[in-house]
């Protein structure tokens, strides 16, 4: 059948073959292969994306279960922990006992197995380096204690000095 066409035919009918060969190698093998590899870096850089975000959770996971170990061991360190003590011997250290005027317990609360003790304390005529290291000392006491409550006046007879209530919670596990 091909051997009865004409020359020109023959030419005709092998350019027009080609070109669907090359057709049907564009659009089914190159282009959808083309189409295949971007939607697979779309995926790629989304993957990226959620490992990143997983490291992200990771290092906050591991920093809240770093901070619960801690709690828990400093509720550990407050059942032979004195509120009353504590406080009346940093209050000594960082100022004088003529500084302070009262330390009133507070009632304790009991709440889900957890105790929290308070004591409201008084100061006059303190100066603001002795209040920030008595806030320091109590933030980096052994036990889990809590600055609940805190007012600070400068006096009227000297601008440099301060009155300060605090109340300050102890937090521990109820026995």
Known sequence: MISQLSQRDRV????GGAVVLIVLIIF??????????SRLDTK??????QLRQVET?????????????????RLDASRSFS???FI??????????????YMRPQPASSQDGYQENSVEIKLEKIRLDQLVRLLYDIQ??????????????????????????????AYGRSS
Do not use: H
């Not at 005709?12 to 350019?15: S, T």
């Not at 790629?44 to 994306?49: C, G, W």
């Open 12 to 15: 005709a009918l092998i350019v």
């Open 28 to 37: 089914g093998g190159i282009l959808p292969f083309q189409d295949a590899l």
């Open 44 to 49: 790629i850089a989304a993957r990226e994306r």
């Open 57 to 73: 959770l990771r290092s906050q996971f591991l920093a809240v279960q770093r901070q619960l170990r801690d709690a828990d061991r």
């Open 83 to 85: 509120l009353f003590s």
């Open 88 to 101: 009346e011997g940093i209050t000594s250290q960082v100022a004088s006992k003529e500084n302070l005027v």
């Open 140 to 169: 980096n006491a052994d036990a889990y204690l809590q600055v609940k409550n805190m007012r600070v006046k400068t006096r009227f007879d000297d601008r440099t000095l301060l009155d300060v209530v605090l109340t300050v919670s």
